[in-house]
C-alpha cells in the first residue's frame, strides 16, 4: 500500500509520487486521480502538475479539468471536483474552460458552468 502523496501504478506495479503540486488525500490510492491539487491550483488536462487556477474562475481543493463531465454534479467525489466559476463570469457547458465576463454581476452569479440568473439564458 502506497503512503499519502503517492500511488499504486498499475503499469509499473510500484508506488508513484503524485504530479508537481498535488497529493492524495490519504494513503492507499490506486490511480493518479486520487492525486489533488490544492485549493486555488487546478490540473490542465495533459500537465504534469498543478498550476494557479485561471482568471473568472475558483479552485476548490482537488479542482481538475479532466472532470468536466462532473461539473453539474449535486454532489461530486474528491477525485470528480471541476473548476467553478467566480462571480460575474460565465462559461458554457459544452465549453467550461472559455470564460466570459459578463456586463453585470447579478447576469452571472458564478457556480458552475452554464449557471445564470433567474430569467436569463
Not at 21 to 30: D, I, L
Not at 50 to 73: L, R
Request: aromatic share 8%.
Amino acid at each position: 500500500e502506497c503512503e499519502a502523496g503517492l500511488y499504486m501504478s498499475s503499469s509499473f506495479g510500484r508506488c508513484i509520487p503524485c504530479p508537481f503540486g498535488s497529493t492524495t488525500s490519504g494513503s492507499g490510492k490506486t490511480n493518479v486521480a486520487a492525486c489533488l491539487c490544492q485549493r486555488g491550483d487546478y490540473m490542465p488536462l495533459g500537465s504534469a502538475g498543478c498550476i494557479e487556477c485561471p482568471e473568472g474562475m475558483k479552485c476548490p481543493s482537488g479542482s481538475n479539468e479532466a472532470n468536466a463531465e462532473f461539473s453539474t454534479a449535486v454532489s461530486p467525489s474528491e477525485d470528480q471536483k471541476f473548476l467553478e466559476l467566480a462571480p460575474r463570469y460565465w462559461a458554457s457547458v459544452d465549453h467550461p474552460m472559455t470564460v466570459f465576463l459578463c456586463k453585470m454581476e447579478e447576469w452571472c452569479p458564478g457556480g458552475p458552468p452554464g449557471t445564470c440568473s433567474r430569467n436569463r439564458n
